[in-house]
């Protein structure tokens, strides 16, 4: 993160610890080597995070719609 903070905009610590203990855990799973395969791998963590998200919140909408 120390490289580029021109492109980091405003970050919160919460989501900076969030990065952090994601890459601790990638770090882990890769047992400690930096390749793309692992930034990839990354990127799809969070597009999962995402997608899943952005599905539970349509879901919530879908079941206040029905109630009314």
Known sequence: ??????????????????????MRQIEERYQGRWDAVMMADYCWSLKRDNTAAAHTRNRRNADLCREF
């Open 1 to 22: 993160m120390e490289k580029f903070p021109e492109n980091l905009g405003a970050m919160s610590d919460e989501q900076g610890e969030r990065f952090h203990q994601d």
